[in-house]
């Protein structure tokens, strides 16, 4: 499952998508450029609490929640400004 969203970056608006995947026994979104694939955000579920809800949430929902709070954290930009992928909880 893969959701593009729009993001004004330095005044110009950016295509990103974010997709569902595997991890080393957790599951994880990860949110790239639309144009390139670069991955620039990586939010894994951990512990107890983030594997439930990863269990119990819709998959949708889940992409849903990590893109707002790379959104609110300004985890794309930290990204795209230092070329390190930004590693965050769900």
Do not use: H, W, Y
């Not at 593009?4 to 608006?13: C, E, K, L, W, Y």
């Not at 998508?17 to 694939?37: F, M, N, P």
């Amino acid at each position: 499952m893969i959701q593009s969203f729009d993001q004004q970056i330095n005044g110009r608006t950016m295509r990103f998508c974010a997709s569902l995947g595997e991890g080393e026994s957790k599951q994880r979104v990860i949110i790239s450029r639309d144009d390139s694939a670069e991955t620039l955000v990586v939010f894994e579920t951990t512990g107890l609490i983030g594997s439930l809800k990863a269990e119990m949430v819709p998959p949708e929902q889940l992409i849903s929640d990590a893109i707002k709070k790379a959104l609110d954290e300004g985890l794309i930009e930290r990204a795209l400004d230092t070329g390190a992928i930004q590693n965050a909880t769900l």
